[in-house]
């Protein structure tokens, strides 16, 4: 009776329990080369540059991206590039992470020579640390030798995820070394999520133009009413004749108002006092969470009892704050 064929289920599975495997003899044989990497790196201030070729090189691009969002300048650099003149970009006191699976990459020969003879620190990631790579590099993050999650045993596919988890090994060791925190990374990455919830109030209203939506205590509630259709956010601040917030009026005070059958008065009828305010080095994170879990549509951000700026919750939506 044949065989079933594999599904393409099982052919998935096993791809991923193959690399499985040979992450775990990656982490079993990790040893001290780690840290003698991590050292090479911390002892300089010149930019780390990762190369290789083929995958090697896609993995390197992604580790230098890793190394350079995490408080070590890097950058990555094309063997084949370097050859032709890009070697100028490895100057004294930068360090090399070369990455070859073989450690026989002819392409990063020159790049290896060029190391030695300028005395430029060199980490090779390989699994022969008695290749041409392994034999030129000061510190050899030793790979082990696994099996290909390829039929044929040809495409990189273990070898690289166990390079890139090997880089991302030695980034956060780096990152624990620097003391590197989650306001560092933001203020790396100020067009994410991350970052921008990182920001102060203070950074978040630098870059808006609207005039606020404010009254004087003394407005009649037609003027409220314009105010509040003339700022688009569904509310306005009353403040007194020297500038201070002393509350605000949202549609729904007004609405509240005209079913109580109030009509007449000024902004200090309707408002709500001292209304819930946010201060200028508060981070954003913490007023998303303070204006959810009130409730809260909108907040005023105040320096010394003044309005400065306006924290709408559908502006934060809209920008992906939320």
């Known amino acids: 009776m044949a065989d079933?064929?594999?599904?393409?289920?099982d052919?998935?599975?096993?791809?991923?329990?193959?690399?499985r495997d040979a992450l775990e003899k990656l982490e079993t044989g990790l040893d001290g080369s780690v840290a003698r990497a991590a050292d090479l790196i911390m002892a300089t201030d010149r930019h780390i540059i990762v190369a290789g070729v083929g995958k090697s090189g896609h993995i390197g691009q992604k580790i230098a991206a890793s190394l350079a969002s995490t408080g070590t300048p890097s950058f990555f650099l094309h063997p084949t590039e370097a050859s032709h003149g890009d070697l100028g970009m490895v100057v004294p006191g930068s360090v090399v992470i070369a990455i070859s699976y073989s450690g026989e990459s002819r392409e990063l020969v020159d790049l290896l020579r060029y190391c030695k003879g300028n005395t430029i620190p060199?980490?090779?990631?390989?699994?022969?640390p008695d290749s041409t790579l392994g034999r030129a590099s000061d510190v050899v993050l030793q790979m082990p030798v696994v099996e290909e999650a390829c039929p044929n045993g040809l495409a990189p596919t273990s070898s690289t995820t166990m390079a890139l988890a090997l880089g991302d090994a030695l980034t956060i060791v780096l990152m624990a070394r620097r003391g590197f925190s989650r306001e560092d990374f933001g203020f790396r990455h100020p067009g994410g999520?991350?970052?921008?919830?990182l920001q102060t109030a203070a950074d978040y209203i630098a870059s808006r133009s609207e005039p606020l939506p404010l009254v004087q205590e003394t407005a009649s509630l037609h003027d409220v009413i314009i105010g509040i259709s003339?700022?688009?956010k569904g509310c306005v601040g009353v403040i007194d004749a020297s500038g201070a917030l002393t509350g605000m009026v949202t549609d729904g005070d007004l609405r509240r108002a005209m079913l109580a059958g109030r009509t007449d008065g000024t902004a200090t009828d309707v408002m709500t006092a001292n209304p819930r305010t946010i201060a200028a080095d508060e981070r954003m994170s913490a007023v998303i969470k303070r204006l959810t879990e009130h409730r809260i549509s909108n907040?005023?951000?105040?320096?010394?009892g003044k309005p400065t700026g306006l924290v709408d919750m559908k502006d934060l939506l809209a920008e992906g704050y939320v």
């Open 11 to 19: 052919i998935a599975r096993n791809v991923i329990r193959i690399e």
């Open 299 to 304: 907040a005023f951000v105040t320096e010394d």
């Open 122 to 128: 060199l980490i090779g990631m390989t699994r022969a």
């Open 193 to 197: 999520k991350l970052g921008r919830s």
């Open 4 to 9: 079933h064929p594999e599904t393409d289920l």
């Open 230 to 232: 003339e700022g688009r």
